[in-house]
């Protein structure tokens, strides 16, 4: 069994956890027409406007109830309502999303009360999402947002057969990625939730205030369908949208692990097949025979290198078992959120018996056990530079967020060509390593 390790409560250093409404923002701005909108002071939707911004490179706007030292001591509801008549007046939403954040939660704002008195008196929806920062992070936030959202729209029964899919927080070229593999078995997906376009969008002629894309709520609506089909990827959480799907209307509710590596490809393709009654396409077949061919050409550079692996509790699981099937060992996971359980199942316990696991972790332990590792290469986000530069370890970058380098939107990890591109990246950040070595500088390794 591998070994499993809690973070001091006592004091966080340099957290790894990102703020809940800031997932809630990414999730709201997948949904067709819709304006996030944060309940709460102005500096919190700055502070994921910039984010997301720096992330993305897309201009990203968040609104606020901006809350004030009065409003912190009487509550907000004039604010929020003073708040969506002027996204209203702006924007033109057709939905708000609004998230709560810290402050609101602590003095005791009832949301939903406040979004049943005012309702009826505005013409757009409003979906509600408590995301107080101190009960999780961002991925929580995401994926309860989505569970809000589905909530809010299927309250009766459809007869869609429409396939819906939930992923993690990805890139926008994953989520394209993943609609492209769809489309080859003649699937037309519904991503929950789809930012491929709005925030990964193209140059405009003129300014648009909200975006094109993201997941029509009236699609939304047709998932409360027996005949309708739900894919959840990622880790396994309780009281999520496929769950209410499958309990209340019968929705066919399947989980998932993401698609990163050629096994994780292979089971979901497999479900693609047996949902569409289609064979896997010879395209598809002849992808992954490359991908093999990949594995087999880097596999001496990779094989017994020692890893790192830190970032968020949807990534860090599969980002461990894409490593164990490259022959990388992993010698550390970290994550803020639980992920024990998701690398039991994904890895085999030969593989895991060497790995230490940091839940609840902050960037302070992570450099504590790299300084005791001494791994050969750290993979996760660009919050670990630090760390990557102190110790000289090179670090290859992959999931949310990447603020120190250029074209985090468009890394892809899923699928076969995304698992050729993570080895092309990290075995190129190893021979480049190799090379700062040789006084020479030999041009073949």
């Known amino acids: 069994m591998f070994d499993k390790k809690v973070r001091d409560p006592y004091v966080t250093v340099n957290p790894c956890r990102l703020c809940t409404p800031l997932g809630a923002s990414i999730a709201f701005r997948g949904i067709s027409k819709c304006m996030p909108l944060i309940h709460g002071s102005q500096g919190c939707a700055t502070y994921i406007r910039r984010f997301l911004i720096s992330h993305f490179r897309e201009p990203v706007d968040i609104a606020s109830s901006s809350f004030s030292e009065e409003t912190a001591i009487f509550g907000g509801e004039s604010n929020l309502m003073d708040a969506v008549n002027n996204v209203i007046l702006k924007y033109n939403p057709e939905v708000i999303g609004i998230a709560t954040s810290c402050l609101t939660e602590t003095i005791g704002d009832d949301l939903k009360q406040m979004i049943f008195r005012l309702k009826n008196k505005v013409p757009v929806a409003l979906i509600p999402v408590s995301t107080p920062s101190f009960k999780g992070n961002h991925v929580i936030g995401f994926h309860d947002t989505i569970t809000a959202v589905v909530k809010y729209c299927c309250v009766e029964k459809s007869t869609s057969s429409k396939v819906y899919i939930e992923t993690p927080i990805l890139s926008a070229t994953d989520l394209r990625y993943i609609k492209t593999l769809c489309g080859q078995f003649a699937i037309d997906p519904v991503l929950l939730a789809d930012y491929s376009e709005t925030l990964d969008g193209g140059v405009w002629e003129e300014y648009t205030p909200i975006p094109d894309g993201g997941t029509p709520v009236s699609v939304i609506k047709e998932a409360a369908s027996p005949d309708a089909v739900y894919i959840d990827m990622g880790n396994t959480r309780g009281k999520n949208a496929g769950t209410y799907l499958r309990e209340t209307f ?22 693609l097949s047996y949902v569409s009654g289609k064979k896997i396409p010879e395209s598809i077949k002849k992808e992954r025979n490359r991908c093999i061919d990949t594995y087999i050409d880097a596999h001496k550079y990779v094989s017994g290198i020692r890893a790192v692996l830190f970032g968020d509790e949807d990534m860090v699981p599969s980002m461990a078992a894409f490593c164990c099937e490259i022959g990388i060992e992993p010698v550390l996971c970290a994550s803020e959120g639980k992920i024990s359980d998701e690398i039991e199942k994904k890895i085999a316990s030969e593989k895991r018996e060497n790995i230490k696991v940091v839940e609840d972790a902050d960037f302070d332990s992570i ?79």
């Open 367 to 445: 450099e504590q056990n790299v300084k005791d590792l001494k791994p050969d290469i750290m993979i996760g986000t660009g919050k670990g530079n630090h760390i990557s530069i102190k110790y000289d370890i090179p670090l290859v970058r992959v999931g949310f967020p990447i603020h120190d380098r250029f074209g985090a939107s468009r890394i892809l990890h899923c699928g076969y060509d995304g698992a050729m591109g993570l080895m092309d990246s990290i075995v190129n950040v190893l021979l480049s390593r190799k090379q700062e070595n040789i006084p020479d500088g030999y041009s073949y390794l």
């Open 250 to 271: 019968g929705t066919t509710y399947c989980k998932l692990d993401t698609p990163v590596g050629i096994e994780a490809t292979d089971l979901f393709l497999k479900m």
